[in-house]
């Protein structure tokens, strides 16, 4: 085999050495990354009932709950614009 061969098979070993340790950094990071997933989806709430879950029932209830604080927000508003406009009748009288 001639010079420039050993030098290319040199290289080729090099990159191919590089290329496994970055699917090895790759594969720690996915594996610790799983491993923080899985500890945070394994917590239980005192009930028993994991953190992670949201029951669709009670996510309709906050949409719910929070349109009617929309509605009680804006009845407040024309409940004072309606007082102060009362406010300044009686103030020009």
Not at 59 to 84: H, P, V
């Amino acid at each position: 085999m001639g010079v420039e061969y050993q030098f290319l098979a040199f290289v080729l070993t090099a990159l191919t050495f590089l290329a496994t340790l970055i699917i090895m950094v790759i594969v720690l990071r996915l594996v610790n990354t799983m491993g923080v997933m899985y500890m945070w989806h394994n917590k239980d709430d005192a009930d028993g009932v994991k953190l992670w879950y949201f029951p669709r029932g009670l996510e309709d209830s906050m949409g719910l709950l929070a349109r009617n604080i929309e509605k009680m927000e804006e009845a407040i508003k024309a409940q004072t614009n309606l007082l102060m406009y009362l406010r300044s009748r009686d103030d020009r009288a």
